[in-house]
Structures are given as structure tokens and as C-alpha cells.
């Protein structure tokens, strides 16, 4: 997918120290059952905020990536306000996530810099698309981590089935549909990435830097998707599904362009 910043080294600290601290069992409350909407309200709510980073959109179907549409960066003072509003959807999770609101505002106020630097946003943002959705914490663990909400779905499919609000699933296991999510693990060394939802599962609490996206739309031979913190912006991405519908993981490569390991389908009929 995109090639997107690394996580600063003391994001990785935290979660690293605090991943013990991680919930394991708010998948022990039953799910509810959601309205087939809420399908069509998680795609129209990424649509929204796509549109508002200025319908930025990257073709990543061939062997050079196509800048089809530059977005708005997250620098741009008209985006301040989403990107605040993404880290409020996770500032219960951390301590410290309510203080670097904060010490961002002061940024936007009286400095040149640009706010919201050094940390990764995109799994605030899945989240905040979430708590936006009305989905409850106990069916969806809203996180600055896609590792740890990804760890909530592993565990709730285990103990409810079909019943949780999402399954995670190794690509070759299902077609991808609006609302499912697509998951990567930017770890490095690249060969040392996770190629399955089996390999997360032996590993579960263990924080790793991975990236999301939504699916939001399907089409012959190509996906939408549409992620946070790519390239800096909210971004709709294109990848290519091949003749099944289905995405093909691609060989392990350097540097920032990871194979995406695992799809999170979305449960509602």
C-alpha cells in the first residue's frame, strides 16, 4: 500500500511498555446485532472524511504507484479539526493521549510547525469511523493501535463466531465487501512480517506497527479503499483483485510498501 511514515520511536515505546495493559476480555460481553445500515453508514462516514482531505487518490494496481489526485496534507488548517477529532475517539484508551491533544492545540495556535507530527493516526481514525457508526467499544475496541483492535476481533470471533462484529480472515479466505477492513504489518525486518491471521493469533497482546484501511467500494479487477495517515493524508487507495474477486498477497519487499496479511469481514447481512 502507500508509503507512509514509520512510527516514531517513542509511539513505539509506549505501546510497546503498554501493551500488557491491552483489554483481553471486553470480547466476555455478548455483541449486538447491527443493522445491515451499518454498512453503507461506515462507508459514507470514510467518504466524508475522504472528501473533506480533498479526494487525494493513489493507484497501487501496477508496478509504479499513480498519484491520480493529490490530497490536502494533514498540515492544511482546514483538516486540523478532523485529525482532532479522530485522537478524541481514542483519548480514554491512554493517559497520554488527552495531554498530546492539548500540547497539538498550543501547536496550532501559536507556531508555524505543523501539528500532529510523530504519531501515527490512522488506527484513531478506523476508530473514530466506528464510535461515528455507533458501535460499541465491546464489539469494536477503539485504539491508537490497529494491532490491538485487530487482537478484540480475534478474540471475540473465538469465543462468538459470527456473531462478533467482525472475523478476521487470511485473504485467500474471502472476497472483500464494503465495510471489511484490510490489515498490513509494517514491522521490519520485512521478512519478519506476519503472512497470516493464525501467526497474529499466537502472538495476541503483542503490540506491532500495522495499517488499516476500509474497503469502500468493489469493482472487476479493482478495490477502494480509503485509509488515515497515508502519505500524511485521509486517502482513497486502488488495489487489484483478481479474477475471484479476491486480493493476492505480493512478495516480501523493502522499504514501506507491506503485503496486506489479513481482511476483517464485516458481519452484518
Known amino acids: 500500500m502507500i508509503a507512509g511514515l514509520r512510527l516514531a ?33 461506515l462507508v459514507a462516514l470514510a467518504t466524508s472524511e475522504w472528501e473533506a482531505f480533498g479526494r487525494g487518490v493513489s493507484d ?12 490536502r496534507w494533514k498540515d492544511d488548517p482546514r483538516v486540523f479539526h478532523h485529525i482532532q477529532a479522530y485522537w478524541n475517539a481514542v483519548r480514554g484508551e491512554r493517559e497520554k493521549w488527552p495531554r498530546y491533544i492539548r500540547e497539538q492545540r498550543a501547536v496550532y495556535r501559536g507556531s508555524d510547525a505543523p501539528a500532529w507530527r510523530d504519531i501515527p493516526w490512522s488506527a484513531a481514525f478506523i476508530s473514530y469511523l466506528m464510535r461515528s457508526a455507533g458501535v460499541d467499544r465491546a464489539d469494536f475496541y477503539w485504539s491508537a493501535a490497529h494491532s490491538f483492535y485487530l487482537d478484540h476481533a480475534i478474540r471475540a470471533s473465538r469465543r462468538w463466531g459470527t456473531r462478533a462484529l467482525y472475523t478476521p480472515l487470511d485473504l485467500s479466505e474471502h472476497r472483500p465487501e464494503p465495510g471489511d477492513l484490510l ?28 495499517h488499516c ?34 486480493l493476492r498477497p505480493w512478495p516480501p519487499q523493502t522499504g514501506e510498501r507491506s503485503s496486506p496479511f489479513a481482511l476483517l469481514r464485516l458481519n452484518i447481512s
Open 9 to 41: 520511536a517513542g509511539f513505539l515505546i509506549l505501546l510497546l511498555l503498554s501493551a500488557c495493559a491491552a483489554p483481553a476480555r471486553l470480547h466476555e460481553e455478548p455483541p449486538i446485532v447491527y443493522p445491515a445500515a451499518l454498512r453503507d453508514q
Open 183 to 210: 490489515c498490513q504489518d509494517r514491522s521490519h525486518p520485512p521478512d519478519k512480517r506476519l503472512l497470516s491471521v493464525a501467526e497474529r493469533a499466537r502472538e495476541l497482546g503483542r503490540f506491532r506497527p500495522m
Open 213 to 246: 484501511d476500509i474497503v469502500v467500494a468493489r469493482a472487476p479487477y479493482r478495490l477502494s479503499l480509503i485509509g488515515g495517515n497515508l502519505g500524511k493524508a485521509v486517502r482513497l487507495i486502488y488495489l487489484p483483485l483478481d479474477s475471484y474477486g479476491r
Open 60 to 71: 497501487y494496481r501496477g508496478a509504479e504507484v499513480i498519484e491520480l489526485q493529490a490530497p
